[in-house]
């Protein structure tokens, strides 16, 4: 189960942050990631980090995010600077595979399907002076 | 970045009919797809995976079929409980990871 939370509630080049806490199976392996849902922009993964604090993320917001993790507790979080309201969203956490990359012939790799099996419950984040 | 494209954005089906979802990835993305169920006010539901695997405790009603660049999902007979919105999303290669725009299966 993941339960996420984090204010709903920010003004124009404020900081978005938000936590997701994992309760039951395993924490470690799986890769942990932050997705966003508007009614202009659909269902959009913003990015993924490990046990270990490996991070991948959209190239879109790149610029703009921080990925942790926190194993002590099971958590990982989403840091996201200079928001404006285009940021308006619902914002989920989810469950991605276990090791999904190898390192072949100089590079990485998806290994596995990668899919969201598991979501957090949501955080309406509204962006408004 | 590969965009899923979803038709069409809304089906009306009376329950107890079938329905047919299309998803069209701008490149070819193999079997690499994944469908999702969404109820008002739910997060997303993982409903198939690698193109036409059902995922953990999802009613065969729901087939997956495609690869390349076109995909469809299809209920075979909607129960009250299928009327939703349906996304699809690529997991080919590489992140970012897209999704489509969704269909929405309303009552007929």
């Known amino acids: 189960q993941l339960q996420q939370w984090g204010a709903g509630l920010l ?16 924490f470690s392996g799986y890769q942990w990631n932050w997705l ?9 993964w913003i990015g993924e980090i490990n046990h270990a604090g490996s991070t991948n ?17 099971n958590q990982f979080s ?19 595979p276990i090791s999904p990359y190898d390192y072949i012939g100089g590079t990485y790799r998806l290994a596995v399907p990668y899919y969201f099996d598991f979501w957090g419950q949501g955080t309406l984040v509204t962006v408004s002076s | 970045e590969i965009v899923m494209t979803q038709f069409p954005a809304t089906l009306s089906v009376s329950p107890g009919e079938g329905a047919t979802l299309s998803c069209r ?7 690499s797809l994944a469908w999702y169920q969404q109820k008002p006010g739910q997060a997303p539901r993982l409903l198939m995976y690698g193109a036409s695997t059902r995922a953990t405790g999802i009613p065969p009603r729901f087939s997956g079929s495609g690869s390349g660049t076109d995909f469809t999902l299809t209920i075979s ?32």
């Not at chain 2, 990835?25 to 079997?31: E, L």
Request: charge should be positive.
């Open chain 2, 77 to 108: 007979s909607l129960q009250s409980e299928d009327f939703a919105v349906y996304f699809c999303q690529h997991y080919n290669n590489w992140p970012p990871w897209t999704f489509g725009q969704g269909t929405k299966v309303e009552i007929k």
């Open chain 1, 78 to 96: 989403l840091n996201m600077t200079s928001v404006t309201a285009a940021d308006t969203a619902m914002y989920y956490c989810a469950r991605g």
């Open chain 1, 57 to 73: 993320s959209n190239p879109s917001l790149k610029n703009r995010i921080t990925l942790s993790v926190d194993t002590s507790r």
């Open chain 2, 25 to 31: 990835a701008s490149h070819n993305i193999s079997r």
């Open chain 1, 11 to 26: 003004k124009p080049s404020g900081t978005l942050s938000l936590t997701c806490t994992v309760y039951g199976g395993s």
């Open chain 1, 36 to 44: 966003r849902q508007s009614p202009g922009k659909g269902l959009e």
